[in-house]
């Protein structure tokens, strides 16, 4: 069975190559190799090209070096978006392996920082914080519209210097809907919602 939109992006490694082409980025496989160190070469190449079959990442152009092509890839318009299809048509199982997937990916990025051998939490900025906020649906699109403006301001910085990758990762869970009987309300009753 070919892997979900949601299985080929929720993957660890290909959600760190999706985030560094993000908002318009290019790379070749050799400059990603160099920006995720810690990615072999040989498993950098099976991703990409997963990425690039899925229609997630495109091709810019291919330069001849050393008498092989070399791929400039970018992400495909909308490639880290999931549809609301992608997302509503699993079983409640499937959405709790893809929860997992993208919660897994975290602990990755964690426990890669907590194995350096030096490092300061509070100097580096680590935070880890739940907020609960009573937000009808307006409100909520309009948070998400200025969160985005936000971040979209620093989304071209370059690396280097004194500037560090820092990854800001959201998970919004909404509280359980009850209808007005006081049950709560049927996983069909909800497909609308998401």
Do not use: C, W
């Not at 069975?1 to 082409?21: F, T, Y």
């Not at 290019?26 to 160099?34: E, G, H």
């Not at 990755?108 to 300061?120: A, C, L, N, P, T």
């Amino acid at each position: 069975m070919p892997e979900s939109k949601a299985d080929l992006i929720l993957h660890p490694i290909r959600m760190r190559i999706i985030q560094s082409l993000a908002l318009g980025g290019q790379r070749t496989t050799q400059q990603l190799v160099r920006e995720l160190e810690d990615i072999p070469q040989a498993t950098m190449y099976r991703h990409l090209n997963k990425l690039l079959k899925a229609g997630i990442l495109q091709v810019a152009e291919e330069n001849k070096v050393r008498g092989t092509l070399e791929k400039v890839y970018y992400l495909a318009q909308g490639g880290e978006d999931l549809t609301p299809l992608d997302v509503t048509e699993n079983s409640s199982g499937e959405h709790m392996t893809l929860f997992l997937k993208f919660i897994s990916s975290l602990i990755g990025d964690f426990s890669q920082y907590v194995r350096q051998e030096h490092y300061d939490m509070r100097q580096d900025g680590i935070s880890m914080r739940q907020l609960h906020l009573h937000l009808n649906d307006e409100e909520y699109a309009a948070l998400l519209t200025e969160l985005r403006q936000s971040m979209q301001k620093y989304a071209s910085n370059e690396a280097g210097g004194t500037r560090r990758r820092r990854m800001i990762s959201t998970i919004v869970i909404p509280e359980v809907q009850e209808d007005k009987g006081g049950n709560m309300k049927d996983e069909a009753s909800n497909d609308d919602s998401n």
